[in-house]
């Protein structure tokens, strides 16, 4: 069995109703992971080297400081990350220029790849995220036990079977992870699933979408609203993955 840390979460997501049981996961994992970095462990020396060496990307800073939990902490976290991205570039940025001398031509001819080198550093520094790391690893657990159960436990796999939909994001997850980690027979089992879930949610949320565009006309006025109403967000959430 697999532990219950996994298949519990697993299992609640599953059953939830929702439109998107990994988009309501990975929304839990992200919350808890800004929590924990927002808590008593911004103070932890092992987690302050790790926020300082790794960062956070634009989407975890803007939820960190909208969170409004811990303004002093992130502060604080924000400052040593800043003096560690400092000391880690100034050497290298202090000799980047290429030598202009005309005299000196030709000496120095390997400065475009030393600019480029340091755009690749400068990039990977702005991808780089601790949060996004940690919700990345526990979303590939939870994908070795969703394909643990759906091949073991048949009250999941129903679950799996009757859900509303994954999402695009999801359904490429699962594909990839699928070609990474299932057989050629259980991969015959698996994937059918996976489509009709996926094709079942779109053809249906295309229809409400449908239906809502109609509603704008006014000879429209008496028919029912349906499940239209909020066609636009859930769209959205299909084609990109919700904004936990
Ligand atoms: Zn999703
Ligand atoms: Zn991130």
Known sequence: MKEKIYT??????YQSGCACPLCRLEADIEKSTLEYFLGASLMEPDTRIATNKHGFCRRHF???YAAEINRLGLGLMIHTHLVQVSSDLSAPLASLAPNGRSLLKGRDGDYKKRLEDMADTFSQR?????VCDKVA???ARYLDVIFWMYFEDEAFRKSFSSVKAHCMKHTAFLLRGAAKHLSQNKAATFVPDLVAAYQTGF???TDDVHRFTLKFDYRNKDMPWGNAKDAIPRSMDLLTGADG
């Open 8 to 13: 519990i979460p697993v299992n609640d997501a």
């Open 62 to 64: 803007t939820k960190m």
């Open 126 to 130: 702005v991808d780089s995220c601790i």
């Open 137 to 139: 690893f526990t979303m």
């Open 203 to 205: 053809d249906e949320l």
